[in-house]
């Protein structure tokens, strides 16, 4: 199996800092890596994903990294907007139909 | 473009009584369908995935299953809620076809209150 933690249940920044949200994976044989943003009484939202092969993916002030070695993955904010505040998951599988998500980082932006 | 609807939005239901929630997505070809549950302040629980029409894994055993009678429809039912069935259910799409991984987009979800 799988087993997916994030290491803040709630994160506070301010408008227009860096926002970095952290996520750590327990098998080594998972291979596919996604961030979701979820807003209050929606679904949660695609953001940014990566594969093993990789180590780092830019998207339009997006960032995921990942670190294999400790199991480790985040994803990283620039500038920070109160639009961001929402709730964020990671979810990695190692078989492709199943994905185990963590349980969640609630962002919340000071403006 | 590719959309998927869920409905309905939310549902307050009584305890015993039957369920029947609807997800159908548009603008792609045999997509690989999930339904998800979420508890509060919790992460997603996968509770079924279809790859196809009338194929249905089940994750977790409860008192619910589900069915995909056409293509790009699955649907969620129970013939008795419990309590114990409340919750967020989020139906989600992936690309199909043995392309590897993808991701899985969602639907807006259905808030089901068990009274």
């Known amino acids: 199996g799988e087993s997916v933690g994030l290491h803040l249940p709630t994160l506070s920044v301010q408008e227009g800092d860096n926002s970095i949200i952290n996520c750590a994976y327990s098998n080594s044989a998972s291979d596919y890596f996604i961030w979701y943003k979820q807003e209050s009484g929606k679904g949660p939202q695609f953001i940014i994903d990566i594969r093993s092969n990789m180590d780092k993916r830019q998207g339009q002030r997006v960032t995921v990294l990942l670190n294999k070695t400790v199991k480790h993955l985040s994803l990283q904010i620039a500038a920070t907007q109160p639009g961001d505040s929402a709730v964020y998951f990671c979810a990695v599988t190692y078989n492709f139909n199943k994905f185990y998500f963590g349980s969640g980082t609630k962002l919340n932006v000071k403006p | 473009s590719q959309t998927i609807h869920q409905w309905p939005a939310t549902l307050v239901q009584p305890v015993g009584s039957p369920l029947s929630l609807e997800c159908t997505v548009e603008?792609?070809?045999?997509?690989?369908l999930y339904w998800y549950r979420q508890a509060a302040g919790r992460g997603l629980q996968l509770l079924f995935y279809s790859v196809g029409i009338g194929q249905i894994s089940s994750e977790v055993p409860q008192n619910l299953s589900a069915s995909r009678p056409q293509d790009r429809q699955f649907i969620l039912s129970s013939k008795k809620l419990l309590l114990s069935d409340s919750g967020f259910y989020l139906c989600?799409?992936?690309?199909?076809?043995?392309?590897?991984?993808?991701?899985?987009?969602f639907g807006d979800g259905t808030r089901l209150s068990i009274l």
């Open positions: 603008g792609t070809s045999n997509p690989n």
């Open positions: 989600a799409w992936s690309v199909g076809q043995n392309t590897g991984n993808q991701p899985q987009h």
